[in-house]
């Protein structure tokens, strides 16, 4: 870990030793607190306005007040970027309701937290991207509002952590029988007539920005998708299987539980799509 980051706090750009949040803070006592984590490439945000969408959209429905309008946010973003010389990595920002004396319920008009930092990540030159990655099955077993980032992120967290004992780098969770998403990554299968799956919009997954991106590749390029949830079974008899994410980008599935998708190398369709999007990126 880098300890000689320059991070935000409610304002202020301050060394990472001398940041500091109330113990108050309702994101440290209920996880009352929503998040977005933009990539950043050759020095650049990634999807921004996209990723700014969904934070309205998440603050919005957790009735947070927002703390800063769209082009502060950005401006704050890119200070980030340029304080710390950024040129490949990730940016995290989190906004919680506020702080205040414990209680369930909270105060009117309490002042929403706004904190932000970097983090140096390969995304381009990943191996994972060579070699493709493992993923393991999960029970699914997250609250009911998985539309919403928020930052109560225990599920995924032992998801993770499950899937890294089981010498897996992704964990897909399943609920009713049906895949829902990575515990931090969109889930996509590609059948054998080249149709490309993955589950539609609901309050059962997190809408991706990276899903989104693709999506729109996808149909630019006449790739046939098809939003619909699909079985773990269904997953094993496809030809290719990938997950996104902001992080990731786009990372091949060569196995899923053991079992080889496809030949067990990462597939064509996953590789073109992760080119297409880093050269997306890049022309900002
Ligand atoms: N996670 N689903 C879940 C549950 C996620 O946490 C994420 C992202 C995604 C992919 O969304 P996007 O393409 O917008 O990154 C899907 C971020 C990267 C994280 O928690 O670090």
């Known amino acids: 870990m880098s300890s000689s980051r320059t991070v935000y706090v409610n304002g202020d750009f301050v060394a990472e030793a001398d940041a500091k949040i109330s113990i108050f803070d309702r994101a440290f006592l209920f996880a009352d607190s929503v998040y977005e984590v933009t990539a950043v490439l050759d020095g650049k945000l990634v999807d921004f306005d996209n990723h700014m969408s969904r934070l309205a959209r998440s603050l919005g429905e957790m009735e947070i007040a927002a703390p800063l309008e769209p082009g502060d946010l950005r401006a704050m973003h890119e200070a980030l970027v340029e304080r710390n010389g950024l040129r490949e990595g990730l940016i995290y920002m989190q906004v919680s309701r506020g702080s205040a004396d414990r209680d369930f319920a909270y105060p009117d008009g309490i002042q929403p937290t706004l904190i932000a930092f970097t983090q140096e990540k390969t995304l381009t030159n990943s191996p994972f991207a060579e070699m493709g990655v493992k993923v393991v099955t999960l029970p699914d077993i997250r609250w009911k509002r998985r539309d919403i980032k928020s930052t109560a992120l225990l599920a995924q967290a032992m998801g993770k952590e499950a899937a890294k004992r089981q010498g897996a780098f992704e964990a897909w969770m399943v609920e009713d029988g049906f895949v829902t998403e990575g515990t931090s990554s969109t889930s996509f299968i590609v059948l054998a007539d080249g149709t490309l799956v993955t589950r539609q919009l609901s309050s059962a997954i997190l809408a991706g920005v990276t899903r ?12 046939r998708v098809d939003e619909r949830p699909f079985s773990v079974d269904e997953a094993l008899g496809a030809s290719e299987a990938f997950l996104t994410s ?11 539980d053991g079992v080889k998708i496809g030949n ?8 073109q799509f992760r080119e297409h999007y880093l050269s997306e990126a890049r022309k900002g």
Do not use: D, W, Y
Request: glycine letters at 10%.
């Open 212 to 223: 989104r991106a693709i999506i729109k590749l996808a149909e630019q390029t006449g790739i």
């Open 246 to 256: 902001a992080s990731t980008v786009v990372l091949s599935i060569i196995e899923i």
């Open 264 to 271: 067990g190398e990462p597939g064509p369709v996953a590789r």
